[in-house]
């Protein structure tokens, strides 16, 4: 199967509360990132981890990688309803060169 | 300034018809990727041009699927004898370098139906 692999596939919760997408892969990576991908168009970049990283910070996007683990995790906190979007994690490997591999994605829904 | 642009933004074809989908990157910009996101999945990766070295057509699902890239510029993704199962959004994405440790920006996509 794929790197890159998103969950839950599904998320819904209320506006102010926390969201958090976890991502596993399966080789060792050079770096891993997230995009937000809005109504089924162009993705957006959120935050580009390397694999000599932890965590990484950006608004209210909290992003941790485990590499023991193989393992990513992205924490939005304080959510919005714009925030209603898929999320997808991207990770970047020495055996696909400079080829990006995306998960299937976490829908996430943000109820006002 | 300009981001990744893509038209068109829709096409509907029929069974058997060519297509062309065109990628305009940004300006600068050495590395062109294209992909296909069929509805509710992931990214699928089917080509990458990097400056002038031979295209990564290590994506591309059958012969039918063909891309070209002149220079640091314009992309066009040509399938030939489209079947239905080529619905599917096609996205187009620049990055600055093609080493990956680069952020990628896409395209709005073009939302192709085989009818």
């Known amino acids: 199967s794929q790197q890159g692999e998103e969950d839950p596939q599904a998320l819904s919760i209320q506006e102010g509360e926390n969201a958090t997408m976890n991502c596993s892969y399966k080789?060792?990576?050079?770096?891993l990132q997230w995009y937000r991908q809005n109504s089924g168009r162009g993705l957006v970049h959120l935050i580009l981890?390397?694999?000599?990283?932890r965590e990484k910070h950006s608004g209210r996007l909290r992003v941790t990688l485990d590499t023991s683990k193989k393992s990513s995790s992205l924490l939005i906190t304080a959510s919005r309803a714009a925030d209603t979007a898929s999320y997808f994690c991207?990770?970047?490997?020495?055996?696909?060169?400079?080829?990006?591999?995306f998960g299937a994605g976490t829908i996430l829904r943000v109820k006002s | 300034g300009a981001g990744v642009s893509q038209s068109p933004s829709n096409k509907v074809t029929e069974k058997g018809k060519d297509v062309e989908l065109r990628c305009d990157p940004i300006?600068?910009?050495?590395?062109l990727y294209w992909y296909r996101q069929r509805l509710g999945q992931g990214l699928e990766f089917l080509i990458y041009?990097?400056?002038?070295?031979?295209?990564?057509k290590s994506g591309l699902p059958s012969d039918r699927f063909s891309a070209e890239r002149t220079g640091e510029s314009v992309s066009t993704l040509t399938i030939q004898r489209t079947q239905q199962e080529d619905s599917a959004v096609y996205l187009c994405?620049?990055?600055?370098?093609?080493?990956?440790?680069?952020?990628?920006?896409f395209g709005p996509g073009t939302r192709l139906t085989v009818l």
């Open positions: 981890i390397r694999s000599n990283e």
């Open positions: 041009f990097q400056g002038n070295s031979a295209p990564d």
């Open positions: 080789t060792s990576i050079n770096n």
């Open positions: 991207a990770v970047s490997t020495m055996e696909y060169g400079n080829k990006l591999v």
């Open positions: 994405a620049s990055s600055p370098t093609g080493l990956a440790r680069n952020e990628q920006f």
């Open positions: 300006s600068g910009h050495t590395a």
